[in-house]
């Protein structure tokens, strides 16, 4: 059973992590609502989205460690998974993703609502990551000056065993996602296509993600690669296409100060 790095305030026991997923969440929901009004998108929608969000969300973080091997004997059972599995962030954002198509339709909603969640999701990104730099391994050793020693009670972290200096990869993904709610901050008034920006932040993180794996701590399986790798490649591959096509048909001229094409 996993270890739950927590604070004590008088009788109350927070658990680090959850506390900046709490805050993170609490951010991504103001943000939302600020875009939101703004877009004059306060409506049965946009809380259709956030319901389907927020509870796709939660199953697929905490589902997101159930097929760890190809073997599926190896893997734990849905509700071992549940209670002490790892919980992803790439399994929370498919999560949400199918959890707000699976919730629109439902509802009969045909809107996008991408464009309203992406900055939000960035910044609520990078507050919880702190939880994750303050209670879990932090990256491969390094020599860089830059390099963070951890506790060594920190689970699946040999390095902090040792008192390796370590990256600070959960710093590097704290670094992107402030960047890139700064740039789809100053995106929105240039790229007026319905969910475009949403495209860009998955497409943006995709890349980022799958680069800041080779110095995170995540164990590697075949060729080198660790498994939210290897979940990535497909999805790169898709995004490529995806922006390459939005490129061609000028979604983005506005921001690139290119002329559009007359047609």
């Known amino acids: 059973m996993r270890v739950v790095p927590q604070w004590r305030i008088g009788p109350l026991v927070l658990p680090v992590h959850g506390v900046f997923v709490a805050l993170g969440v609490l951010a991504a929901a103001v943000v939302f609502i600020a875009e939101a009004r703004r877009r004059g998108a306060v409506n049965e929608q946009s809380l259709v989205a956030v319901t389907g969000a927020l509870a796709g969300g939660a199953i697929g973080m905490r589902l997101s460690g159930w097929a760890e091997h190809l073997d599926l004997r190896l893997n734990p059972t849905l509700l071992q998974a549940w209670e002490f599995g790892s919980r992803s962030i790439l399994g929370g954002l498919c999560g949400a993703y199918l959890g707000v198509l699976i919730a629109k339709r439902l509802g009969g909603h045909t809107g996008k609502t991408g464009d309203l969640f992406a900055p939000a999701v960035a910044l609520g990104m990078a507050i919880g990551r702190l939880g994750c730099h303050l209670t879990e391994a932090p990256g491969r050793p390094t020599t860089l000056p830059w ?69 995170r701590a995540n164990e590697t399986v075949w060729l080198g690669l660790t498994r939210p790798q290897w979940f990535l490649l497909p999805w790169l ?27």
Do not use: N
Request: glycine share 12%; net charge positive.
């Open 237 to 263: 591959l898709l995004v490529g296409v995806r922006l390459g096509l939005g490129y061609r048909r000028g979604y983005y001229d506005a921001a690139l100060r290119r002329e559009a094409v007359a047609t």
């Open 147 to 215: 390099g963070i020693h951890a506790p060594a009670g920190t689970p699946k972290c040999p390095g902090c065993l040792t008192g390796a200096a370590m990256h600070p990869s959960f710093l590097y993904e704290i670094a992107f996602q402030l960047a890139a709610f700064a740039a789809l901050l100053w995106l929105r008034h240039r790229i007026g296509r319905p969910g475009e920006l949403f495209v860009l932040y998955v497409a943006g993180y995709a890349v980022f993600r799958f680069f800041v794996e080779f110095v």
